[in-house]
Every structure is written in C-alpha cells, then in structure tokens.
C-alpha cells in the first residue's frame, strides 16, 4: 500500500532532513527551531551526567584511588567535551574530534566524545563518520597508557563495542532520514502531476463547454438574421406576421445573450487550434442514448419524471451526465444492470441519477482503457452550471452518480 503524500508530508519534518544535493551541510536549514535547542540542551545535560556515572567508580575505589591533579583534568575535559555538544549541528567533524582528543585524557568526555560520534554519523557522509570512528581506538589505548589505574584491554573490550554499535546506529537513522526524504519529494511530485492533470482535465472541458455553446449562439444569431431579413423583404406582412416575427427575434435574442453570458464564463484560448465540435445533443435525445446503449448489449431502466420543457443549457449538461454515466458503468461494470433517473421541475432543478451494481469478481475482465478526467470534467460542468455533482459506493453496494442542475422558473 503506497502512502499518500500528504502522510509523508506529515511524517517527514523538514529539519530533520539533510540538505538536497550537499551531504556536508548540517541536517536542518536556517536557524535552529526551540525544539533543536531543547534537544541540544538535554544532550549536554545527558552527557554529563553520564560522565560523572562514567568516573563516579574511581572516587569510591579506596584501594587504587584516582590522583587529585588527574582527577581535576578529567573533569575539566569532561566539562569541555559536554560544552563543546552544543555546536555538534553546525560542526560536527570538529566537534567529534575535540571529544576525541579530550577523552584522550578523560573517562567523563566519554559519554559526550559518543554522543558526538552520533551526531557525526547522523549528519555526514559515511567516510569522516568511520574515520573518527577507528580514530576511537588508539583514542582508547592512550588513554588506557595515561591512567596507571586503568586496564587497557579492559577499556578496550568495554569500549569499542558501545562505538560499533553508536555508529551504525546513527548511519541507520542518517539513511532512513534520506529515504524519506526521496519518498517525499516523489510524494510532492506526484501530488503535483495529479493537480496539473486535473487543471488541464478542467481547462478541456470548458474549451469543449465553450465550443458547444459557439455553435448554439451562432444558430440563435442566424435565426435571428433570417427573420430579421424575413421583415426586411416582406414590407407589405401584415401585422399579425410582423408581431409574431418580432417575437421570435425577441425571444432568439435573449436566449442569444444568455448563451452568450454563459460562454464568456467558460471561454478559454484553444491551444491546439481545432475546429469547433458540431451542435452537441440536448437532453431531447436521451432516449437514443439509452436505445444506443441497450443495442451495445447493456441493461439500462429509464425513468423520466419531468413534466415540462428543460431549458436548452441544462438539458445539454444533463445530456453529458447520462452519456458518461453510462460510459463508466460500461467500463468498470459490465454486465450489471443501471438506472437512470432524470426527474425535476423550473425551480426546483433538475436531478440526474445513474445507479450500478458493483459486480462481483472485478477485475477479472480487461477494463476499456480511459483517461481517467471523466468524473473531474462532469464535476466542473456541473459547477460551471451552478450546480453539483456527487458519486460513489453507496452503504447498499452500488455505485451512484448524481448531479443536480439548477431550473430557473
């Protein structure tokens, strides 16, 4: 299962991520957050108090007691190993190696000397991290030859381990943090290629929107030149022809506005420079569809419960609704039997309902490949329209595409 990309988003802070393309940059860019410094801050505290567990057995050793003078610059060391912790982001190599040279003549800049280890492992590349880390062995023999109360094999034994197993671990969580960091930015990819289909699955449909309604308002306007030419060849009309012509030049030219209004809504520049499509269908020809569909071998129920004449714009919306309900349900249903439900009334809207059984066993027959916009086009039809559509999985197992158009009175 592939984790969406606002959950990786989510999981991945981009402080704790390295910076793209400069492995020697410390992780987090630009200034340090609060949480940083509390981080940073508990560190230096952590390191010190296990500095002083680390020497704490040598002040209680009555038999072989630490000298004074050796035990005044351990934990001055030890002191300036913790310090030195609070620039371990910005300067991780040199601080690792300052731990270093001061545990050299220190058990209590241990704690700090592998805390800075981790944090090198954590924020660089693997070469400086493995070259401190064997640095850590002579480290340890010297300082087994500084102390007379201190076995080297036993230091030796004790410490190297504890290296081993802070390096790998901070070059564990150093490749994690890479790895979501390339998921995340697949993720933001991603999601942006969605976005930008869909912007262009929109930007289609109200080109074509805007072509079908080029074509109706060129029909309104040559209605209206051929009456109008009617008037100006006929002088001698009587005044019952003249009314009725002047009522329909009446009537074609509001309708030629509102189409009009319409189009400069959802106009945009054609890229490809195609021709208009032909006057698209109307909802008078949803009977067709569904005598096309039933011929092409689908069992379709048809309920139409509208009294009255759809006006022209819906009816063509609603046409494209059942079309590509119908076109779905060929694809990702065959063999199932839909409804189809148109039923409304002038100002109550117009309501388009095509319902599918889910069948059983999908996916076992090849799907009629498709571009996947269809929905996203009907979507914004609908909203350009000033209405809505819905669809989806219904609680009783079907699929249900509904669409509401508005009806002015």
Known sequence: MTPSPRLWVELVSPASLPAAGDSTQPNSTGR???????VDAAGCIIAAALGALFISPTLHDSLDPL??????????????????????????????????????????????????????????PVR?????????????????????????LSVFVRVTPIVLAVTAWGMFIRARRQLLFTLRERAQRAEADQLLHEDRARMAERTRIAREM??????????????????????????????????????????????????IG????????????????????LPALIDESRAAGMR???EWRVADDVPEATGRNAYRIVQEGLTNARKHAQGSAV???????PGDGLEIEIRNRLPVGAGITAEIPGAGTGIVGLTERASLAGGRLEHG?????????????????
């Open 32 to 38: 340090l957050t609060g949480r940083d410094r509390a």
């Open 67 to 124: 000298p004074s003078r050796q035990l005044v610059v351990d934990l001055a060391c030890g002191l300036l190993a913790c310090i030195a912790l609070w620039w371990r982001r910005r300067w991780a190599i040199g601080v690792a190696l300052v731990c270093l040279l001061l545990g050299t003549l220190s058990i209590s800049a241990t704690p700090a000397g592998l805390l800075a280890l981790f944090s090198l492992a954590v924020h660089r």
């Open 128 to 152: 400086p991290t493995l070259l401190v880390a064997a640095l850590w062995i002579p480290s340890v023999l010297a300082f087994a030859a500084y102390s007379p109360t201190t076995d080297p």
């Open 214 to 263: 080029h074509d109706v308002l060129a029909h309104r306007i040559s209605l209206l030149s051929l009456h109008a030419g009617a008037l100006e060849f006929r002088p001698d009309a009587s005044p019952e022809e003249v009314a009725r012509a002047a009522g329909v030049i009446r009537t074609s030219a509001h309708q030629a506005l509102e189409d009009l209004r319409a189009v």
């Open 266 to 285: 959802v106009l945009r520049e054609s890229p490809d420079g195609e021709a208009p499509e032909r006057p698209q269908p109307t909802i008078a020809d």
């Open 300 to 302: 379709v129920a048809y």
């Open 339 to 345: 409804d189809v439900t148109v039923d409304g009334a």
């Open 393 to 409: 999985r219904t609680e009783a197992g079907d699929y249900r595409l509904w669409a509401w158009l508005p009806w002015p009175t």
